[in-house]
C-alpha cells in the first residue's frame, strides 16, 4: 500500500513537473518570450483568437519550441519505457533500446537515403532510418532465433547486428561522402530534434503511448521474467509469446524515435536504474515512474543542448551521454556501497 501511494504521488509529481518544464522550456532561447506568452500561443491555436504576439515569435513558439519540446518529452518516455522492457526480458542491466541493432540499422538506412541519393525522393531521411531500423532488427530476431532464440542468443546477435551495419554506415560514408554530406550525417547520427515536426509529435507520441499502456498490461508477465524463462513459464507465463510481442514492440518505437532524433543514448540505459531507486522493481510501478522521468530528463538535456553553446547546436546525444555517464557511474558505486 505504501509503494502505490508513494507511485501515484510520484507520477502527479512527475506530471506537475514535466507540464511545468515544457512550459518554461519553450520560453528559454533567443527571442524573449514568457510562459503567459507561450500559453497564449497555444490556446489561440487550439481555441481560435489571438495571441497578442508578433507572427514571428508565434511561429517561434508554435512552430519550432513546442512541438521540439513535446518530441523530447515522448522520445524520453519511449526510450526509458524500452529500456525498462529490454532490461528485464534480457535479464541484462546493461541492455538499452539500441541493443537490437536498431540505432545501427537506422544509421546506414539515413545514409544510404542522404549520401547515395536512393529512396531521397519518396522516403527521406526519416523514412530511410525507419526502414533501415526494422531491417537491422529483422536481422537480429532472425539470426537469435535461428541460434536457439535464448536472451544470451538475442544479446550476442545484437552485438553482431551492430557491428554489421555500423561498419555498413562507415563503408558509404568513407567511400562516398563529401566533407558537407559527412558532417550532417555525423551531427544527425549523434541525436538532434532541431528538425522536430508536428507530425514527427504524433508518431512518436502515440507509440510510446501504445507502447506504454501495452507494457503496463504485461506488467506481472514482465515481474515473472526476473526468475528467469523456466520459472517464468512455470508461472503460467507464455514466454515466447510475450517475449516476441514485446520485442517488436520496442523495436517499433525505438526504430520511430531514432527515425526522427537520431541516436540518443543513455537515457533508455540509465532512466530505469532511477526509477528503480524510486519505487522498486514492480514493473506496474515501475514503468510509468521511468517514462515520466526519461520525458523530464530529456526536456531539460534538449534545452541545454540548444542553448549552452549558442549560437551552435550540441547533438542531443552527446549532451545525454555528457550527464548520463556520470549519473551511471554513481548508481554503479551506489550498487557497489550497498553490496
Do not use: Y
Not at 18 to 45: E, K, W, Y
Not at 246 to 254: D, K, N, S, Y
Not at 313 to 338: H, M, Q, S, Y
Amino acid at each position: 500500500m505504501i509503494l502505490v501511494r508513494r507511485t501515484w504521488f510520484l507520477s502527479l509529481l512527475g506530471l506537475v513537473i514535466l507540464s511545468g518544464s515544457v512550459a518554461v522550456a519553450v520560453t528559454i532561447g533567443p527571442s524573449d518570450i514568457s510562459p503567459s506568452q507561450a500559453v497564449d500561443v497555444v490556446r489561440s491555436h487550439l481555441f481560435g483568437g489571438s495571441s497578442g504576439l508578433t507572427p514571428i515569435k508565434e511561429a517561434i513558439v508554435w512552430n519550432l519550441r513546442l512541438p521540439r519540446t513535446l518530441l523530447a518529452a515522448a522520445c524520453g518516455a519511449g526510450l526509458a519505457v524500452c529500456g525498462v522492457i529490454l532490461q528485464s526480458l534480457l535479464r541484462n542491466p546493461l541492455a538499452d533500446p539500441f541493443i537490437l541493432g536498431i540505432s545501427s540499422g537506422a544509421s546506414t538506412g539515413a545514409v544510404v537515403v542522404v549520401i547515395l541519393g536512393i529512396g531521397a525522393g519518396t522516403l527521406g531521411l526519416a523514412g530511410g532510418a525507419f526502414i533501415g531500423s526494422l531491417v537491422a532488427f529483422g536481422i537480429v530476431l532472425l539470426l537469435a532465433t535461428a541460434a536457439g532464440g535464448t536472451t544470451d542468443r538475442v544479446v550476442l546477435a545484437g552485438v553482431a547486428g551492430t557491428q554489421l551495419f555500423s561498419a555498413l554506415t562507415s563503408f558509404i560514408v568513407f567511400t562516398s561522402a563529401d566533407a558537407e554530406q559527412t558532417r550532417g550525417v555525423l551531427f544527425w547520427l549523434l541525436g538532434s530534434l532541431a528538425n522536430a515536426s508536428w507530425t514527427d509529435v504524433w508518431i512518436v507520441s502515440g507509440l510510446a503511448l501504445l507502447g506504454l499502456i501495452a507494457c503496463i498490461a504485461s506488467a506481472a508477465s514482465l515481474d515473472a521474467f526476473a526468475f528467469g524463462e523456466t520459472s517464468a513459464a512455470s508461472l503460467g507465463v507464455n514466454v515466447t509469446a510475450i517475449r516476441a510481442s514485446l520485442l517488436i514492440l520496442t523495436a517499433l518505437m525505438t526504430a520511430a524515435i531514432v527515425s526522427t532524433s537520431g541516436a540518443i543514448g543513455f537515457v533508455g540505459l540509465v532512466l530505469p536504474h532511477i526509477a528503480r531507486i524510486l519505487v522498486g522493481t514492480s514493473h506496474r510501478h515501475l514503468i510509468p515512474i521511468s517514462a515520466l522521468t526519461g520525458a523530464v530528463f530529456l526536456v531539460w538535456v534538449d534545452t541545454a543542448a540548444r542553448t549552452v553553446i549558442d549560437p551552435q547546436e550540441l547533438p542531443v546525444g552527446v549532451a545525454t551521454a555528457l550527464i548520463g555517464v556520470p549519473v551511471f557511474a554513481l548508481i554503479l558505486l551506489r550498487g557497489t556501497a550497498k553490496a
